[in-house]
């Protein structure tokens, strides 16, 4: 079992920047994917970016080149650079992890990630 705690979010103005961290203790003793997903107002869940344990990335079409995953092994941790916010990047993000699925497909899927953080939220204004 991984738990999740994120951390990171806030406030910024449009074209802003933040940072989100991903603490997951243990999530690279197994094969866990670990995705970020957003839900705005409104909306539904929407996977943003996967990482698989091999290191392999995917991004949702819309933050492509805005945002990137990375992890940091020695800290268990898995970030999220977002660049050149927009107003439609406002929402409550969370990171999660799988055992079950990963790469393009788990962005459609986020019932099957069985491990949730709590949430931070990021508002982007204009």
């Known amino acids: 079992q991984v738990r999740l705690s994120e951390s990171g979010g806030g406030s910024v103005q449009v074209g802003g920047s933040l940072k989100l961290a991903c603490a997951a203790p243990?999530?690279?003793?197994?094969?866990?994917?670990i995705g970020w997903f957003r839900e705005g107002s409104g909306k539904g869940r929407e996977g943003v970016a996967v990482?698989?344990?091999?290191?392999?990335?995917t991004y949702k079409d819309t933050v492509k080149g805005r945002f990137t995953i990375s992890r940091e092994n020695a800290k268990d941790t898995v970030n999220l650079q977002m660049n050149s916010l927009k107003p439609e990047d406002s929402a409550m993000y969370y990171c999660?992890?799988?055992?079950?699925?990963?790469?393009?497909?788990?962005?459609?899927?986020?019932?099957?990630?069985?491990?949730w953080g709590q949430g931070t939220q990021v508002t982007v204004s204009s």
């Open positions: 243990g999530w690279n003793d197994r094969n866990y994917c």
């Open positions: 999660a992890a799988s055992l079950r699925v990963c790469g393009r497909v788990a962005l459609q899927l986020p019932g099957d990630f069985g491990y």
């Open positions: 990482i698989d344990n091999d290191g392999t990335i």
